[in-house]
């Protein structure tokens, strides 16, 4: 395959940060070395060897070691086995494995082979389900395997990074205001104060000295932390760092209740800085633990869902779900982030997801993308993916042959109130409001239908706004 940008699962990785601080990658069946070059180009150092393309090229151990769709493309499944058997053995930090999925591959033409088709082209292509995959890979290598995305997978070395990552996955961005006097502050002790500012917006705490962090700078230049946090603190709105605080305990509670599906590490196997963060927050592993079950259950409860869902204050309620916009996640009640977590804990990341959808009386989440939600006044439906929590299934769907997809309304009803472009959303809404064009609900929910209900309104869109339609 030519490839002008990176691979899914190489752009994955390299937007999770396993690629950061210096980490080598080695793409192991690596074709015609498109992510190689790619990676080059961004100044991350990469290698590659692949048996048909770069047969020359020496096997190297690395941080991150990639398997890109290569096990799919074996028909032989003891060799299937010694492929990954023989990347992991490369992996120092953390082997990324990925395959073509039943729900995201074009139909194959073609016959059975094996456990594959083997296509028109001669070639064979083994298919796998979300779970096939996970399955196989932990079987094969006899280590837990976390969902990277669909159809992607990691394999860590140290649980240490494992948690860690998952940890950082549940984190939302949460700033603090400055003012004028803070800023003054920053004439003599800049490079400390805005370091830890930084790590209490990252972390809601102030940092220790044992651990990774500014605690050094800052002590050295200030004083001491404890100075330096009372300078920040007196110079900033209070209730804004206490809602720091409150967020990133909330963000710490939503990871604990789902690391218990891969069995929860003992504290002293968490990440130094997560072990901090729960003895601030909570005092004790064990009571952080309780609390994190407690929202777990919650989050399998039909009626606590249903209770989170009418309680939310950002996002759109309908009579079976509520739709949320994917930056607003982390706006909704604890039940529904740890809901959607467990999805999650499924699927993987969702690239180019717009909307999810939390299902209100089903354990179902689905994921919706609308490519054009920002420019299309009326975005249409690209595709769905639906994670099914009972089944531990995964159903993809295309609308990209559809004459006639859905497409969606109200759009500043899905966003925070901070979203860039809401208001310019709620002004097309309330003048189609004023046209009536929201009368008939049951008929303008598809692209035809939409357009019928401008037609007979006597209006057209350009852009984000509503005009009459001219006369010829």
């Not at 004439?187 to 972390?203: G, K, N, P, Q, S």
């Not at 603190?233 to 967020?247: F, N, Q």
């Not at 420019?375 to 929590?389: G, I, K």
Request: aromatic share 8%.
């Amino acid at each position: 395959m030519h490839r002008g940008a990176l691979s899914r699962p190489v752009r994955q990785a390299v937007d999770d940060g396993l690629l950061a601080d210096g980490a080598r990658l080695f793409d192991y069946g690596c074709g015609r070395g498109g992510d190689v070059r790619q990676l080059r180009q961004q100044g991350i150092a990469a290698e590659g060897w692949d048996p048909a393309f770069a047969p020359g090229e020496p096997l190297r151990e690395a941080e991150v070691v990639n398997l890109g769709y290569v096990v799919n493309v074996i028909e032989d499944r003891a060799e299937r086995a010694q492929a990954l058997t023989a990347a992991w053995s490369l992996a120092t930090r953390v082997l990324v494995v990925s395959a073509r999925t039943s729900f995201d591959s074009h139909p194959l033409p073609g016959v059975p082979w094996a456990d594959g088709v083997r296509t028109s082209r001669k070639t064979f292509q083994r298919l796998y389900t979300q779970e096939e995959l996970r399955d196989w890979i932990e079987v094969t290598l006899g280590i837990d395997a976390v969902a990277a995305a669909p159809g992607v997978f990691y394999v860590f070395r140290d649980q240490h990074d494992a948690q860690a990552l998952l940890a950082r996955g549940f984190r939302r961005r949460v700033t603090v205001p400055r003012t004028e006097r803070l800023r003054a502050q920053y004439e003599h002790h800049r490079e400390a104060l805005e370091a830890l500012v930084t790590f209490m917006e990252d972390r809601g705490r102030p940092p220790r000295l044992d651990e990774p962090g500014p605690a050094a700078l800052v002590a050295a230049a200030v004083g001491s932390v404890q100075r330096a946090v009372r300078i920040i603190t007196e110079a900033s709105p209070h209730a804004s760092w206490e809602a720091v605080t409150r967020a990133r305990a909330q963000d710490l509670l939503v990871y604990l209740a789902l690391a218990r599906f891969g069995g929860r590490q003992r504290l002293s196997e968490l990440p130094v800085a997560t072990r901090h963060d729960i003895k601030a927050f909570f005092g004790s592993y064990a009571d952080a633990c309780r609390q994190a079950d407690r929202l777990l259950f919650a989050a399998g409860r039909p009626a606590a869902v249903e209770w989170a869902c009418r309680a939310s204050t950002v996002g759109k309620v309908t009579p079976s779900a509520l739709y949320v916009h994917t930056t607003a996640l982390g706006a909704v009640p604890a039940v529904l982030r740890v809901f959607e977590g467990c999805a999650r804990v499924l699927t993987g990341a969702v690239p180019d997801a717009t909307l999810i959808k939390l299902h209100r009386r089903e354990p179902v989440v689905s994921y919706l993308s609308y490519p054009g939600f920002d420019r299309d006044p009326h975005p249409a439906l690209a595709w769905s993916l639906v994670a099914d929590l009972t089944a531990r299934r995964i159903h993809w769907r295309s609308y990209a042959a559809s004459a006639n997809p859905p497409v969606l309304h109200r759009k500043e009803s899905f966003v925070a109130e901070d979203y860039p472009r809401r208001a310019l959303f709620a002004r097309l809404t309330s003048a189609e409001d004023r046209a009536g064009l929201f009368a008939n609900t049951d008929r303008i929910g598809t692209r035809d239908g939409w357009g019928a209900a401008l037609t007979a309104a006597g209006r057209e869109l350009r852009g984000h706004r509503l005009v009459r339609t001219r006369a010829d």
